[in-house]
């Protein structure tokens, strides 16, 4: 399959302090991006999507403003957590996935995740 | 999108097929079940999907009731590896993934 990769692993910073995450999709050309958070025992929430050159989608209750995407290019998306607080922490996890062509399916490549840590 | 309905959790020795099911009576007609699965602290893993023939990979097998309102994914060897969260998610296309909650295997020596 595809590889999606994330950076930082993980990140520890201070509350106040604004964020940001890579993902990015290594061989493939991802249309869309999907961020998602998971806290402990807990499963994934999806967050948001984000189409390439376009603004990004949010689910109910995902503070936009707080949340900033970036999908400037078919192969990176970035999400910016601002003016992180702890109950921001969590383990952040993108997906990349090429919706081109008017398929009805396919597969979402995950990214390894983020651990983030707001002190 | 349907819901799915999956058992909590569930052992499986290792070396002997895991067997995960997964129940989605309302299933529309262009649907697909996906199978996805997470281990502890990695992005999740797609695994196999299927419409409504039985489907089968590298990783495992798809097994959809003739009615489709329930499948089972099987792992044929289960190893210590394939201990993790596995997911059963129905959709018209990939343009949102929800998770449930989904099972958690334990595969024991």
């Not at chain 1, 958070?37 to 989608?57: V, W």
């Not at chain 1, 090429?98 to 979402?108: C, K």
Request: hydrophobic share 35%.
């Amino acid at each position: 399959g595809a590889v999606v990769s994330q950076h930082p692993s993980w990140v520890i910073c201070k509350s106040g302090t604004s964020v940001k995450i890579e993902c990015r999709s290594l061989d493939f050309q991802a249309t869309t991006m999907f961020w998602y958070r998971q806290f402990p025992k807990q499963s994934l929430m999806l967050m948001a999507t984000s189409n390439e050159g376009s603004k990004a989608t949010y689910e109910q209750g995902v503070e936009k403003d707080k949340f900033l995407i970036n999908h400037a290019s078919l192969t990176l998306s970035t999400l910016t957590v601002t003016s992180a607080h702890p109950e921001d922490s969590s383990f952040y996890i993108c997906s990349a996935a090429n919706l081109a062509g008017g398929r009805d399916y396919n597969e979402q490549f995950f990214g390894p995740g983020t651990r983030l840590t707001v002190l | 999108d349907a819901k799915t309905t999956q058992p909590t959790s569930m052992d499986c020795a290792e070396g002997r097929a895991a067997n995960l099911p997964c129940n989605h009576s309302t299933i529309s007609g262009n649907e697909y079940v996906y199978w996805y699965r997470q281990i502890h602290s990695q992005g999740p893993q797609y695994i196999i999907h299927g419409l409504k023939n039985n489907e089968t990979n590298e990783m495992a097998s798809l097994i959809i009731t003739e009615d489709r309102k329930s499948s089972t994914l099987i792992l044929p060897h289960a190893t210590l590896r394939d201990t993790a969260v596995y997911y059963c998610i129905v959709i018209r296309n990939t343009d949102k993934l929800i998770f449930g909650t989904g099972t958690r295997l334990q595969v024991f020596p």
